[in-house]
């Protein structure tokens, strides 16, 4: 019999950003202030030269993308045009911050968002 062996968490995210054609760094721990536990865990990606950002993670599980738009443009007045499957938690200029339930979500925004600003970039 072959034991099955799940990925972390942390590797789902990992392999949902390289499906989605993102250079990614290494997880790292954050925490509120220096000298306090960490609260989370941050990774740092980068989409072609479309959008940067990063992935927090928090220690309860919660799965957080800080998206930043290398084209110029105000995430806030295109909301209504994005199909996302996470929450947008805040947005302003060329930056939003989505709250998504599943590195599966994850990939699909990240798909969706690396095409609507190819598009915008043409």
């Known amino acids: ?3 099955v062996v799940r990925m972390s968490i942390e ?3 990992v392999n949902a950003l390289k499906s989605a054609g993102a250079e990614v760094g290494q997880w790292k ?8 536990a ?6 740092e990606y980068k ?9 927090h993670l928090r220690l309860t599980g919660e799965i957080y993308v800080h998206v930043i738009s290398k084209l110029p ?3 806030k007045d295109r909301l209504k045009e994005l199909k996302l499957s996470g929450e947008v938690v805040d947005a302003a200029g060329g930056l939003m911050w989505l709250q998504e339930q599943s590195p599966t979500d994850l990939l699909k925004d990240l ?3 690396r095409d609507y600003l190819f598009k915008l970039k043409k």
Not at 29 to 36: A, M
Not at 38 to 43: I, M, R, V
Not at 47 to 55: A, E, F, I, S, T
């Open 11 to 13: 590797e789902e995210i």
């Open 73 to 75: 443009f105000n995430w």
């Open 1 to 3: 019999m072959h034991e």
């Open 47 to 55: 989409v072609q030269d479309l959008m940067w950002g990063k992935v």
């Open 38 to 43: 960490p609260f989370a865990k941050e990774l």
């Open 111 to 113: 798909e969706f968002l």
């Open 29 to 36: 721990e954050v925490s509120e202030r220096p000298g306090r």
